[in-house]
């Protein structure tokens, strides 16, 4: 089982200019979730998605980031125009369902805005 | 909103000892209480959880205790090994939700397991 691939591992952007994150969660999973970690501290969640519908998005910026995730599989999340406090590792997590299963998480993409 | 707080920020311990890690929690409606390890450059891994209707929960050499009526809940290592050096995260699953996946996690506790 290849757990949660998430592309590109590193990226770094001028501000002001777009970026998108890719996941592809564990198979069979239909819950994911979009966290985002500030350097040395926990990950907060920005976004969950159940199956193909955003379930939970109080916490994702909508002014700069959107996250979609057609059919219910891969997610993109993205930001546009990046700015330089979005630097951070961006983490994509799925679980088979919300309550009885444990989340896995993926490597995480590391973004860094200059 | 739920809150969770994780303390110490560093724990330094030799090899062998025994290392405790606390959170506590502001929502008395959490009942999912995970327990995730991160090694440098790494993804966050689960190593144990617990539920609310749960009071102890062990794992070979990890152990998970939780205390709903103080709100906080503790993870303990014994018998430390040098591969247990990494950041250890503690989460709460907030609103009664039981979500394992909708976390609130704690700000991190870098533990040094000395040789």
């Known amino acids: 089982e290849a757990g949660v691939v998430q592309s590109p591992r590193y990226k770094i952007i001028e501000k002001k200019q777009p970026v998108a994150f890719w996941c592809n969660p564990i198979s069979g999973h239909n819950t994911l979730y979009w966290y985002r970690q500030n350097l040395g501290q926990g990950p907060e969640l920005l976004i969950r998605?159940?199956?193909?519908?955003?379930?939970?998005d109080s916490q994702l910026p909508k002014d700069r980031f959107s996250a979609e995730r057609l059919k219910g599989v891969d997610s993109t999340l993205k930001i546009q125009p990046a700015e330089l406090g979005d630097s951070a590792v961006y983490l994509c997590?799925?679980?088979?369902?919300?309550?009885?299963?444990?989340?896995?998480f993926g490597q995480g993409t590391r973004l860094t805005v200059v | 909103g739920e809150n969770v707080e994780q303390h110490p920020s560093t724990l330094s311990v030799q090899e062998g000892d025994s290392a405790v890690i606390k959170c506590t929690y502001s929502d008395s409606a959490s009942n999912y209480f995970p327990w995730y390890k991160q090694e440098l450059g790494k993804r966050p891994q689960l190593i144990i959880d617990?539920?609310?209707?749960?009071g102890e929960k062990k794992d070979q050499r990890i152990a998970v205790t939780l205390n709903k009526t103080a709100k906080h809940f503790s993870l303990h290592i014994t018998e430390t090994q040098p591969e247990d050096s990494a950041v250890y995260f503690c989460a709460a699953s907030p609103y009664g939700s039981g979500n394992t996946g909708k976390l609130i996690f704690g700000q991190g506790t870098t533990l040094q397991v000395k040789p």
């Open positions: 998605y159940e199956n193909e519908e955003a379930v939970d």
């Open positions: 997590a799925s679980s088979f369902d919300r309550l009885n299963t444990e989340a896995f």
């Open positions: 617990i539920r609310s209707n749960v």
